[in-house]
Structures are given as C-alpha cells and as structure tokens.
C-alpha cells in the first residue's frame, strides 16, 4: 500500500509537531460539520478521562467536504486545565486534520490513517465514525485499552442492538466469517473499530484491493487473523441507527463483496482451518433489544421472487442444479407458507463464495445475484421472527452458526472444484 | 565595594540559597559556621550569584532544622556570635552580594520565653502573644498541614490546662497577630537585622498569621493588614530592604500578597516549580503554558521568585491529583522519596544524573520571568540520601574536595552534624567544587557560565515576556523583551531530535546571535524560522537588527 501513498507537506509538517504518540483515534469525515464536533469532544473527553498521561493525537482525514466539515474542527477550542469535571491531560491533545483527496473513500481515508500510525509509532488506534450520534468518550477507551494495556491488534466493538437491527451481520457477514475464519467475532464490520500500532504497519505494507476499499475494517481484522495477532472483541453500548446508509445492493456489495474477496486472499489460512474459537470478550457481550416488528415485508418477497425469475440464466453460472431448483421451488411458495432454511441459505452462500473465488462470472455480478436471495431470506426471517423473543432470536442466531459450521467442507469442497 | 544603591536590587538578584550549618565548618566541631560560610564567599562570588538566602540560625531547639525559633535577636551559639555574622554581612556586601534572612512570623518554638511565660499563667501578660482556646474544636475544619505527624491544629498544654493553635507542628505555637504588642515586637525584630544592615527578609509562612473562626484561617484580609502595616514601617525607616513571601498557594490567591506594592516585593511561584519538571518528563511545554497563563500581572515593582529545588520537600500542594500522582510515579516511586506532600530529592537525582536535563532546567530557570533561587550543591549536581528522614537528606554538608569529611569539616566524620553523600555517583570523592574547579566543561562552570550570561542582560531579570505557539509541542519557545533588547529562548522538552518552525514575523529583519557561543544564526525573514535542537538541547538568541 505504501507506494500508493502520498502525504502532502503540510500534512507531514502536522505530524513532525506532533511526534511519538501511544494513542490515536482517527475520524474519517465527509460533509459531517453537523456532527463531527461533537464527536471531537467525545474523543477528547475520553482522552481526558483515560489517558491522562499519555501522548495523543485526534486525526481527521476528510474526503473534500464542501460543507466546511474542517473549519469546524480547526475553529474548535481546546478545553482550558480544570474546565471539565477538574480533569485535564498533563500533555497536549493533538488534533491533525488533512484532506485526503476530493471524493470520500473509506480505503483512502483508512491508507492516511495507517500511515499517519506508523509514522508517529502509534501504540494503539481507533477509528470512529463522526456519523455516529451517540458516540460516547467510554467507546473510545474501549477501543484503544485493549491494543495498548495488553497485545490485542485488532478491536472489534460489540453493541447493544434492537432485534432487527443488523440482520445482513447477523444472518451473513458474523455466521460465515466465524465459520471460515474460525473465531468468533460479531461485528467485523462497524464504524468504531481498534487496532493496534503493528497491525497498523503490517497493514500499511500490503495492497489494499479496490474490492476492500469501501470497508476496510474486516480487511484489517483477517489480516490479523490470519499473520496470528490476537484479536478481541470490546462492547460499547447502544448503537444508534444511521440516519443515512448504503441501500441494500450497495452494503452487500461493500460488505460481501469485501468478505468473499478475503476468502479469495487469505484462503491458504482457512481452507485447512476447522471449528471455532472465541476471542477475549471486554465489557458485557453484545445485547439484544426489544423492538416492534417492522413494517411488512412483502416486497422484499416479491423482490425475491422477481429477482429469482430474472435471474434464471444467471444462476446457474452460480449456483448447483439442485441449489438452483431448490430456490426457485421456494421462490414459488406462497408468502405466508415461505421459508428460506438454514441448510438452503447457508449452502447457496457457500456456492456463491466458491463462484467468487472461481469468478465463474464478473464478480460484480456474482455479487448483485445475491441482492434479491438476501431479500427472501430476509423476509423468511422476519416471517419467522416477528414476534420472538431476543432470546429465541439469539438461539436462532447461533443454529444458524452451527450451520455454517456444519456445512464448512462442502464450501471447501466447491472452492476446489474445477467448475 | 558594597551592593549597588538599587530598590530593585531583588528583580536582578541570583538567589543562592543555603544553611550555615551545611556549608563550611570552621572550628572543626562538625557543624557549620558563619567563619566557614564567611571563607567561601569568594566561592559564591565566582559562582556568579549575586544574593545569598540563609535558613534560620537563630537559637532553637532544632526540632524543626531553626524554623522553630526560640530567640530572635541572637545567633544560634553553634554557627557563631552575631559578631561573625556582622562580620560575614560586611564580607559579603563587599563582595556585592545582598544577605536575605529568615524571619519565621508565624510562630515560635514552645522553648522561646515568650511562650514560656505565656503558659506559666492565664494572667500572663505574655499569655496574649498566642492563640489559646479552653476547647479544640474553635476553628473546625482547617487543614492540617503537616499531615504525616499531626492529628490536629490544637495542641495541649498541661501547664496553663488549654489548647494552643499551631498550624505546623504541635512544639510550634502560632504567635496572636491580633495582639499589637506581636505586631510591634516582630517589627522590633525586624529593626534589629535591619540596622545591622541584612538586605531583606524571607518570611515563612505567611498565609496563616490570623485566625477566623468559619474560615480556612489562611490568606485572610487581616493577615494582608499586618503585612501592610510592617512594609510600610520597613520602607519608611528602610528603604531598599526586601520582603519576600513564602505563601504556598495558586498564583491568583499570592498576588494578593503583592497588593498594591505595599505588601510583599517578591513571593514564590510554587505552583510552576513542579510543573517545569512535569513538562520535562512528560516532553511537553503543557504544564508550564497552563500555569503561566492562570498567573497574574503583578505590580511593576514586584517579582517573582522561581527555583527548582529547596530545603523543603518539592511540594505537590499547588498541583491537581492526577498531577501528584504522575509526580510521584516520574519521581520517587520508592516510597522513602516521599514526604508529606511532596518529594524530598534534589535536582541532580530527580534528573538521574542526566547534564542535558539539569542543564536544560537551569536554563529555564535562569531565563523566565523571575528572581531564581539556587539551592546550595546543585551547582555541582550534588546528590541525596532519602533514608535521613524528614528532609534532611537534602541538607547534607557541602562537598568541596574530594578529601577528608569532603573539605567540610576537619571534624571526625562522626561528629559531622550529618553524614556525607557517599555513594559511588553523587559521593564527594566524585561530584565536589574542587574536581568541577579543574574542568572548563564541568557543571559548576556550565552553572557559572549560563548565570554570567543572564547577568549580563537585564531583560532576563526585568523583562517581559511572550510565549510562541510553534505547533511542536516538545518544544517550549519565548521571546523576552525589555526596551529594545530581545532575547529569543527556544527549549526542546524531549528526549529527542526536534524540529521547529517558529513564527517570527514581528521580529523579520533581527539577526539571532547564540548568547553562550555568540555565533550568528541566519536572518529572520517571512518564512517561518526554522531552528532544530538536539535531545534537551536549549538555546538562547539576542535579537539583534543590525
């Protein structure tokens, strides 16, 4: 990644002030004016709260916002010794600000922060998300405790969600991730994350893919997964829902597309791999929230459907033939008769990765196919889940894992295959 | 030659501070001696300094190294006759250093005949001169400032069967300011030393004089009033003649004691002594900008008086919990290293023997609005010995050579009042005057030098100041200014190589001359001045438009 980098003078004058530092906390911004005060002074606060002593640096990395998103950074006062609850760090906070180029990108953004880490021989970072209206100082330490008072290189959060809150992590990304890599880390993908200093390094030192770019995070978390850093899992608390998102086609392609590509790159890690294992959990572990069922569904099923149809051509390039057919027998149920089970969804994403890896078509495509099967398991879930509990939901959650597990070897089996 | 005819003799002064007793033994009997003290003036001469500060040598039962007093007109028998201390004044004027002495106002040893006599009976006509109560509970909730050996402020006496107030310790009562009969007789003290011609006094604990039921007993209007009314009996009769404060509070509750140019001429500024080694350590310029900030102006007449090691414990009173605690933890981590609220250690040791950070604390010292102090030994990095108790192991004897009882004294090492630092780094055969004489790159002519150039420039000693802003914050960068003398400081905190970009716009055209080595640095222009230093490395410009 390093010879893709150029850090601008003014940015590298920024950082020689600053010098050493044990701790970092990155925000990424993009037109965040709104919020990205606020967010300086939870960052800030926890400096003031935890790291009394320690070396610290805020660093925002802005995509060209054309909302004066910097100028509210730099026009920020500094707090006064003894103006907050009587507590003041014995040493400067820092805050750095730079413009990474005109048009956001995440992968961008995370490439300056990396080298802005290395370069000043961080010893634990977190990155945050200005976006996130209920960030709160204790999150911060919780990100960077556990990279700077013990080895952890990458810090996953854990949060407390509504039930339907976060359900491509919970019937996707977590389930699939944990049984291919083998640990069990809840939320690979998030806006708050930590890692550590070395991580930070190592990571400067590799490609980061086009396919990764727009979420990065889980690229990081295998990337120490598989060099054999420790990673954990700290929680943080309620997760406010954004405000605003990537539509479903745009987060799976994010997000799937960024963990098929990790299967496809890190596989002689994997393929050999088997079971699973915990990761040091800080905090309470992650909570689920009583929440109304949402509005219906019933396009997503006819969404499903549509999609199904349409992409009778394209799935078998995919898909199995017996796969395929099992699909389009539910895609012909009634909707309140639909079920999507575990065994069919977990082996159709299995096909799908194994597709990916092979590219048995653009891998692009490959990934928008799996936009409306989302959308019917989606809707099978909520069918099913309308009215459950939190903890029939957990349950539910966890046979889905074991299912993944269970099911590991026929992936393997399909990532060999010669078609 | 005597001292300079100046007022403001005080702005320009380099204090050096010291106990006759641990400086030179003349008679042999293992303690120190105003003859011994008189034999090294011309020591103190090179040195530079232009002041000499000495702790009390009063009669006293020594319970609390002389600040419990029990005569004050007279000379403790021990350190001489008051005719060896006229004779060390005349010796020291003629060497154009000013004598300041202790004068401990607010209380006596319970040995001085004034409290004797006050106990002796409730009809005394002394029994007035302190503060007496049938109860102790007159006063609740004033601190105890001597935490680790008093339980209380009130102390019994079983011969007149009443409590006495005493805000240090228990054989220390508190003299009654409310009583004129003690404002006159400390007045008639202060006429004593005056007439025999010391230069000004170092009163000790000023804050506390008055007492007031329902509040903190300290810093009250009443106590300012007594102030007042001695400065002005003392400009009166003896103009010229300093009163320096000891007041151990935040900066915005001192310069009260400034007042209107009638209270004190100087006071300490504790709060910024261990913020200077917090910064330091923590190779960040934070802790000083902050203090400074928070420190008020002070009338033009007035000063004040900075140092970076006492006879005291570095006291962490002025600094918040979380400060004390990195203090301790940076600075005495074995718990002998601690007393009361503070860190009983010298310079050389905190600094782990390290020149370019005791160098690099000096020049701050040296360079900052202020009179600084120098306690006795640092100018040759002499070490401690923790284990003495109290604080006792910062007032070990001087070590002037490298021979017997370290040139302190031709007693048997026994009888010395207090045993020699040994030990292999800060041991006298090791650190001395006399090895430090022979080498031009030694500390004490390092000390020697920096001091005879700050002497050499009144904007060190009168002028003002104006702090920078370069975005390193390793780096703690001034200008000092006085009519059209200028004089650029720029530090480096860090352990480290630094880099600094200065903005030096209102200075474009001035000519920076390095002051020890007076070479020439480029030109001030309209780009930011770039300057890099080596690890504590710390230089001081003229600003010179030529």
Known sequence: MAEDIFLGDDFLRQLMSVGEVDLLVALPTYNNAGTVVQAIQAIEDSYQQNFVRDRVVILNVDGGSTDHTTEAILNMNGRKAGAHRGITSLRTVHRVTTQYGRTPSQGLALQTVLAAADLLRARSCAMVSPATTNLDPSWIANLLKPAYRQDFAFVAPLYARSKFQGLLARNLLYPMSRAVFGLRI??????????????????????????VRARPEAWMAVTAICTGMKCCQSFLGPKAPPTSGPDIVEAIRQTVGNLF??????QDHWLDRTGTEGVPTFGSDHELMPEDPPASQDKSFELFRSGVKGMDTVLPSILTADTHAQIRQIAALEPEKFRFSSELWVRTLYEFAASYHRATIARDHILQ?????????????????????????????????????RQKPYLIERWKAKS | MAPPDDNLWYKDAVIYQLHVRTFC???????????????????????????????????????????????????????????DFKTFLAAAHSRRIRVITELVMNHTSDQHPWFQEARSS????????????????????????????????????????SYYWHRFFSHQPDLNFDNPAVREAMWDVMKFWCDIGVDGFRLD??????????????????????????????????????????????????????????????????????????????????????????????????????????????????????????????????????????????????????????????????????????YYGDEIGMGDNVYLGDRNGVRTPMQWNGGWNAGFSSSDPER???????????????????????SEHSLLSWTKSVIQTRNSFRVFSRGTIEFLSPSNHRVLAYVRQLGEEKVLVVNNLSSSAQAVELNLQSYKGHIPIEMFGRNLFPRIGDLPYLLTLAPYQFFWFRLRRI
Not at chain 2, 25 to 54: H, M, V
Not at chain 2, 146 to 152: C, G, P, V
């Open chain 2, 416 to 438: 010395l009042y207090s045993p020699l630092i040994s030990n292999p780094v800060y041991g006298y055969q090791s650190i001395n005057v006399d090895s430090q004489r022979r």
């Open chain 1, 186 to 211: 809840r939320e690979m993908y998030s806006d708050e994350w930590g890692f550590s200093g070395r991580l930070a390094t190592n990571c400067l030192g590799q490609k980061l893919d086009e396919a």
């Open chain 1, 261 to 266: 590509w990790c299967f496809h790159n890190f």
């Open chain 2, 122 to 161: 409730r009809d005394n006509p002394k029994r007035d001169w302190y503060v007496w109560s049938d109860t102790d509970d007159r006063y609740k909730g004033v601190r105890i400032i001597f935490l680790d050996t008093e339980m209380s402020n009130w102390s019994w006496d079983p011969i007149s069967k």
């Open chain 2, 205 to 374: 604990a000023v804050p506390y004089l008055v007492e007031r039921e329902g509040t903190s007993c300290e810093n009250l209007p009443e106590t300012h009033g007594v102030i007042r009314e001695l400065r002005k009996r003392l400009d009166q009769a003896y103009p010229g003649k300093m009163l320096l404060a000891e007041a151990n509070q935040w900066p915005a509750d001192v310069r009260d004691y400034f007042g209107n140019s009638d209270e004190f001429h100087m006071a300490f500024h504790f709060p910024l002594m261990p913020r200077m080694f917090m910064a330091v350590k923590l190779e960040d310029r934070k802790p000083i900008i902050e203090i400074l900030e928070q420190t008020p102006q002070i009338p033009e007449n007035c000063q004040w008086c900075i140092f970076l090691r006492n006879h005291d414990e570095l006291t962490l009173e002025m600094v918040t919990d979380i400060e004390r605690d990195y203090m301790y933890d940076a600075f005495a981590n074995d718990k002998a290293m601690r007393i009361n609220l503070g860190i009983r250690r010298r310079l050389a040791p905190m600094m782990e023997n390290d020149r370019r950070r005791i160098e690099l604390l000096n020049g701050l010292l040296l360079s900052m609005p202020g009179t600084p102090i120098i």
């Open chain 1, 369 to 405: 196919s799996l936009v409306p099967l989302y959308r019917g398991q989606l809707y099978s879930f909520l069918l099913e889940h309308g009215q459950s509990s939190p903890e029939e939901i957990e349950a539910d959650s966890e046979g889905l894992c074991l299912e993944f597990e």
């Open chain 2, 25 to 83: 033994d003349s008679d042999g009997n293992g303690i120190g001696d105003f003859r011994g003290l008189t034999n090294k003036l011309d020591y103190l001469q090179e040195l530079g300094i232009n002041a000499i500060w000495l702790l009390p040598f009063y009669p006293s039962p020594l319970r609390d190294d002389g600040y419990d007093i029990a005569e004050y007109t007279s000379v403790n028998p021990t350190y001489g006759t008051i005719e």
